[in-house]
């Protein structure tokens, strides 16, 4: 199970069945949207939509809500530090986590990550602190895990992921540019 895991990440904080229709099916989903509980019904009809398009789907930091719909897996933020993770059947679930620094990593692997998002890579607006290139290879060496780079993708920095150590990317704004100039 675990070899099929995207190599290519979209976070959406609502339903954009538009967007969600142009994506390729080699593009997961994440939903994550933490200043509204989730509605139910919202998760399936965006889990039908990317069954229909063939896209993976995680829903972020609830497990429960994973499990009940059969979602492909969950996202754990890096503020989620529990360890009820390694009580679950990882036949059937993917858990990603993210993280900022070695110590989150370490977190993210005692928890039994899949997949670990390390952000951010690029320099972003809203954050003083990014890894870049050198710093970011330094911490995955150290770690036997997969890496998804996260964070200040753009077109411009796009080519440098190739010199990553990472497994794939994530990104926001970057895809979603992307679908908005591609009606």
């Known amino acids: 199970m675990h070899n099929d895991l995207p190599k290519i990440f979209y976070f959406i904080n609502e339903l954009n069945k538009d967007h969600i229709k142009k994506l390729e099916k080699n593009i ?6 933490y200043s509204i509980q989730y509605d139910e019904k919202k998760i399936i009809e965006i889990q039908k939509i990317c069954k229909k398009n063939q896209n993976k789907f995680y829903l972020s930091n609830n497990i429960a809500l994973v499990k009940k719909l059969k979602l492909d897996g969950a996202y754990i933020p890096s503020f989620d530090k529990s360890l ?100």
């Open 28 to 33: 997961a989903i994440i939903y994550r949207n």
């Open 84 to 183: 009820s993770t390694l009580k679950l059947n990882r036949k059937k679930i993917h858990l990603l986590g993210s993280a900022h620094n070695v110590k989150q990593i370490i977190e993210k692997k005692k928890q039994k990550m899949d997949l670990i998002f390390l952000s951010p890579v690029f320099k972003m607006p809203k954050y003083k602190n990014y890894l870049d290139i050198k710093k970011f290879n330094i911490l995955t060496k150290h770690f036997n895990q997969k890496f998804i780079a996260l964070g200040g993708i753009n077109h411009n920095n796009l080519k440098k992921l190739r010199i990553l150590n990472c497994y794939g990317f994530a990104s926001i704004s970057y895809i979603n540019n992307l679908l908005t100039k591609n009606p």
